[in-house]
T-cell receptor
Framework: QQQVKQSPQSLIVQKGGISIINCAYENTAFDYFPWYQQFPGKGPALLIAIRPDVSEKKEGRFTISFNKSAKQFSLHIMDSQPGDSATYFC???????????FGTGTRLQVFP | DAGVTQSPTHLIKTRGQHVTLRCSPISGHKSVSWYQQVLGQGPQFIFQYYEKEERGRGNFPDRFSARQFPNYSSELNVNALLLGDSALYLCASNLGGVSTEAFFGQGTRLTVV
């Protein structure tokens, strides 16, 4: 019940295309869902986050869609750029804890 | 403003040795968490400290321990190192309290030989 399942494992997108990464969870106590971007040899960087009281949040080219009833959320990267090539992790946190449960990661490659 | 800083950035240790990793949180952040990230996987939660008290512990053996100091910096200690402890160790800080944003440092790459 503590797992967050992430797909796909890897994604190849052409420059200007839309990248979509999906995550699913079981624990209904989760109430905060961040996405992190990680480049090789670096720590994860917070990209965007959502709480379950909203169905969508957009920041620039990045959008989170949240479906509370299905217990699923996804990251959409519009107009994908080669600089977006990185590994993306979804995560979840809830209850009275700061513990983040991470997905397994998606390696995104954007080709010019 | 400085982000979360970790030291050292890289470390090579021999099996059976002990290691201490250090973390300085973002100014004003009172909560520090430690994560282990094995190559190709997502970070796994090890510990969380808030106001110098342990608030959470992940599924790691007792060889792993941590503490937080009055200035909110933190140390992660690992005893009797095993080859399997080779990983990127990440520190994250947040203001404290639930549902606040967590920011990660660049990590310490530990290699056990």
């Amino acid at each position: 019940q503590q797992q967050v399942k992430q797909s796909p494992q890897s994604l190849i997108v052409q420059k200007g295309g839309i990248s979509i990464i999906n995550c699913a969870y079981e624990n209904t106590a989760f109430d905060y869902f961040p996405w992190y971007q990680q480049f090789p040899g670096k720590g994860p960087a917070l990209l965007i986050a959502i709480r379950p009281d909203v169905s969508e949040k957009k920041e620039g080219r990045f959008t989170i869609s949240f479906n509370k009833s299905a217990k699923q959320f996804s990251l959409h990267i519009m107009d994908s750029q080669p600089g977006d090539s990185a590994t993306y992790f979804c995560a979840a946190r809830g209850g009275n804890t700061d513990k983040l449960i991470f997905g397994t990661g998606t390696r995104l490659q954007v080709f010019p | 403003d400085a982000g979360v800083t970790q030291s050292p950035t890289h470390l090579i240790k021999t099996r059976g040795q002990h290691v201490t990793l250090r973390c300085s949180p973002i100014s004003g952040h009172k909560s520090v968490s430690w994560y282990q990230q094995v190559l190709g996987q997502g970070p796994q939660f090890i510990f969380q400290y808030y106001e110098k008290e342990e608030r959470g512990r992940g599924n790691f053996p007792d060889r792993f321990s941590a503490r937080q100091f009055p200035n909110y910096s933190s140390e992660l200690n690992v005893n009797a190192l095993l080859l399997g402890d080779s990983a990127l160790y990440l520190c994250a800080s947040n203001l404290g309290g639930v549902s606040t944003e967590a920011f990660f440092g660049q990590g310490t790459r530990l290699t056990v030989v």
